[in-house]
């Protein structure tokens, strides 16, 4: 009787043709795992879709809330923008699948998992490390990385065998998506010369079709995670929801970026994210006004190493568990109501309030009520100015002059 493998299935051409691939070589029984992180798919058609390929059994595994608040809201309250650009939707998402693949493959006593990743992408390596640190006794198979065929071949084995795929050469986008992004990549847009065309964009609409007049929201915060929009509480899976549909809507979340990828070149990515920017430029809004000076810097050089590490598919690791604990700490006072004002594409923080606030208006204003002690600076100049002043009458100016 042929041993299991547990496959991560979503329905697209790899995955469909790796059903009946692993099949033929490796002489394993497929079992399709399709977790439903935002999708937003037809999932009991995905299901039916594995089953009629080949599949023994087809799970499909509602991973939302997991996904939220476990993954999202932690890169959130980090502030993880992988080159300052992307926010890592497809990146987060893959530990939470091995994670699931893992879980999946101990309850059918499987041998292996299985995904569908290229040898040249970065979510091979984010699986496959994940499942090292899991469970590395577990063999992992990647078919669309062993078996050689160019994507036009993929697409001609999946029609040789009536395999149904959602691509065509015509149109051979490889897209993934989820509650946090959508990634579109392949075909016209590996020329990095070329503007991304319509067609490619889904979650937000061009300046053109996008509303005259601009669109306002206010997001609550509590201890750094969003809470609120327009004062109405919401579960977090529903206020992404509704951000991914406001935010588009005024054409907000598009993004272009040369990304370095972790395998060693550049690919050109495009993104649509509407929430995760709106939340991302609220959240550092928050901060901004309820964190230090010291604590926001050190912060940001956190958020780069964080973001690096997602990215890197290090999310099982102990580094990762030393930077949350940080991140989570610095989030104690991160509370409070971001305003922002999008039009156009363009989202802009045009407000800003929390009870923790240390933006105080007596030290700040220039008018009437002005408590701070201007008789103090000339003290507090002398003192920091002091080694300049020290340095320039021991070894002169020559030499700042000139430079």
Same mark, same amino acid.
């Given at each position: 009787?042929?041993?299991?493998?547990?496959?991560?299935?979503?329905?697209?051409?790899?995955?469909?043709?790796?059903?009946?691939?692993?099949?033929?070589?490796?002489?394993?029984?497929?079992?399709?795992?399709?977790?439903?992180?935002?999708?937003?798919?037809?999932?009991?058609?995905?299901?039916?879709?594995?089953?009629?390929?080949?599949?023994?059994?087809?799970?499909?595994?509602?991973?939302?809330?997991?996904?939220?608040?476990?993954?999202?809201?932690?890169?959130?309250?980090?502030?993880?923008?992988?080159?300052?650009?992307?926010?890592?939707?497809?990146?987060?998402?893959?530990?939470?699948?091995?994670?699931?693949?893992?879980?999946?493959?101990?309850?059918?006593?499987?041998?292996?998992?299985?995904?569908?990743?290229?040898?040249?992408?970065?979510?091979?390596?984010?699986?496959?490390?994940?499942?090292?640190?899991?469970?590395?006794?577990?063999?992992?198979?990647?078919?669309?990385?062993?078996?050689?065929?160019?994507?036009?071949?993929?697409?001609?084995?999946?029609?040789?065998?009536?395999?149904?795929?959602?691509?065509?050469?015509?149109?051979?986008?490889?897209?993934? +998506? #989820?509650?946090?992004?959508?990634?579109?990549?392949?075909? @016209?847009? %590996?020329? $990095?010369?070329?503007?991304?065309?319509?067609? !490619?964009?889904?979650?937000?609409?061009?300046?053109?079709?996008?509303?005259?007049?601009?669109?306002?929201?206010?997001?609550?915060?509590?201890?750094?995670?969003?809470?609120?929009?327009?004062?109405?509480?919401?579960?977090?899976?529903?206020?992404?929801?509704?951000?991914?549909?406001?935010?588009?809507?005024?054409?907000?979340?598009?993004?272009?970026?040369? +990304? #370095?990828?972790?395998?060693?070149?550049?690919?050109?990515? @495009?993104? %649509?994210? $509407?929430?995760?920017?709106?939340?991302?430029? !609220?959240?550092?809004?928050?901060?901004?006004?309820?964190?230090?000076?010291?604590?926001?810097?050190?912060?940001?050089?956190?958020?780069?190493?964080?973001?690096?590490?997602?990215?890197?598919?290090?999310?099982?690791?102990?580094?990762?568990?030393?930077?949350?604990?940080?991140?989570?700490?610095?989030?104690?006072?991160?509370?409070?109501?971001?305003?922002?004002?999008?039009?156009?594409?363009?989202?802009?923080?045009?407000?800003?309030?929390?009870?923790?606030?240390?933006?105080?208006?007596?030290? !700040?204003?220039?008018?009437?009520?002005?408590?701070?002690?201007?008789?103090?600076?000339?003290?507090?100049?002398?003192?920091?100015?002091?080694?300049?002043?020290?340095?320039?009458?021991?070894?002169?100016?020559?030499?700042?002059?000139?430079?």
């Amino acid at each position: 009787m042929p041993g299991k493998v547990v496959l991560a299935y979503s329905g697209g051409l790899d995955t469909s043709v790796a059903i009946r691939w692993i099949k033929e070589k490796y002489n394993l029984d497929v079992v399709a795992v399709t977790v439903d992180v935002g999708n937003e798919r037809e999932f009991s058609a995905i299901r039916q879709k594995a089953l009629n390929v080949g599949a023994v059994k087809a799970l499909v595994l509602d991973a939302k809330e997991l996904f939220v608040n476990h993954f999202i809201f932690p890169a959130l309250k980090a502030d993880a923008l992988y080159e300052g650009q992307y926010p890592l939707a497809t990146a987060l998402s893959r530990p939470l699948i091995a994670k699931l693949l893992v879980d999946t493959a101990r309850e059918e006593e499987a041998k292996a998992v299985a995904h569908g990743c290229t040898g040249k992408g970065n979510d091979q390596v984010r699986i496959e490390v994940s499942v090292n640190a899991l469970a590395p006794d577990l063999k992992v198979i990647a078919p669309a990385r062993e078996w050689g065929m160019t994507r036009e071949e993929t697409i001609n084995y999946a029609q040789r065998y009536d395999i149904p795929v959602p691509v065509t050469v015509a149109s051979p986008y490889s897209i993934d +998506e #989820n509650l946090w992004g959508r990634s579109i990549e392949c075909g @016209i847009l %590996e020329d $990095p010369w070329v503007e991304p065309p319509e067609e !490619a964009f889904a979650w937000t609409k061009s300046a053109g079709e996008t509303p005259n007049s601009p669109g306002y929201v206010e997001i609550g915060f509590e201890q750094g995670t969003p809470v609120t929009i327009d004062g109405q509480k919401m579960d977090g899976i529903t206020l992404i929801q509704k951000l991914n549909e406001l935010a588009g809507g005024h054409g907000v979340g598009r993004i272009d970026h040369l +990304e #370095n990828r972790l395998v060693g070149i550049k690919s050109r990515e @495009i993104y %649509e994210a $509407p929430a995760a920017m709106v939340l991302l430029q !609220a959240h550092q809004a928050l901060q901004a006004m309820t964190l230090s000076k010291e604590q926001l810097r050190f912060k940001q050089r956190v958020a780069v190493e964080y973001a690096d590490l997602v990215y890197n598919g290090l999310w099982f690791t102990s580094l990762h568990q030393d930077l949350a604990a940080y991140i989570q700490s610095s989030q104690r006072h991160v509370t409070g109501t971001v305003r922002l004002k999008l039009y156009k594409g363009s989202s802009s923080v045009v407000g800003r309030k929390s009870p923790s606030s240390l933006y105080s208006h007596g030290l !700040a204003t220039y008018a009437k009520g002005d408590v701070f002690d201007q008789s103090a600076s000339a003290g507090f100049i002398h003192i920091w100015g002091l080694p300049v002043k020290t340095q320039a009458q021991v070894q002169g100016t020559e030499s700042l002059e000139e430079g």
